[in-house]
């Protein structure tokens, strides 16, 4: 996995922030901090460069196959920056989920709840993509899966006995929830 060229970390710090509450959302999770926003104006000597600029490198970089920069590009266009277009966020997003990666297959999954929008409901992709960043390590797609598999909801049968086992993996990852969750478990 690349690391995200300094420029494309403005564009996302936002949208990166959102699309996790969503995801904790889906996870059951309601009690997640969101980052710290940015300054409203910055400094006078520094320049700004423009969203549209920084778009457009993003897309050249997302085109040529860099997987954070397809992540980043359809997380762009999940939140609205520069204008919503879910079927762009799911292209994007697939582009890289389809090539490993996690935090891209966890967003497509989200998508494919058809939360946002019931046109892109689409169950068994969920779950494919679901448990593809599961299966990667994915902490926050281990939480989700864990809830599903405690539930029995979404297609998933009730396995509380692999929803321990999720809820372990993400837990030793650091991921609040999912040890909030191993408390709760009998």
């Known amino acids: ?45 520094t320049p700004v460069p423009a969203p549209v600029d920084e778009q457009a490198q993003l897309r050249q970089q997302a ?23 879910l079927k762009q966020a799911e292209y994007w997003w697939k582009q890289a989920a389809d090539k490993g990666h996690a935090m ?26 679901l448990n593809q960043s599961a299966a990667a390590g994915n902490p926050m797609a281990q939480h989700i899966l864990g809830n599903l598999y ?4 979404q297609g998933v049968a009730r396995d509380p006995n692999q929803a321990k086992t999720l809820f372990g993996s993400a837990c030793a990852k650091q991921y609040a929830a999912s040890c909030e969750a191993l408390k709760a478990l009998p």
């Open 1 to 45: 996995m690349t690391t995200a060229h300094p420029s494309h970390q403005a564009i996302l710090r936002a949208p990166l922030a959102v699309l996790l509450c969503a995801l904790a959302l889906l996870a059951g999770c309601a009690s997640r901090e969101a980052d710290t926003p940015a300054p409203s104006t910055p400094p006078a000597q």
């Open 63 to 85: 085109s040529r196959g860099d997987l954070d920069s397809q992540f980043q590009l359809g997380s762009a266009y999940f939140v609205g920056k520069p204008t919503k277009d």
């Open 104 to 129: 891209a297959a966890v967003s497509l999954a989200y998508l494919y709840t058809g939360r946002d929008d019931p046109a892109f409901a689409n169950q068994q992709g969920m779950l494919k993509y």
């Open 150 to 153: 405690l539930r029995g909801t």
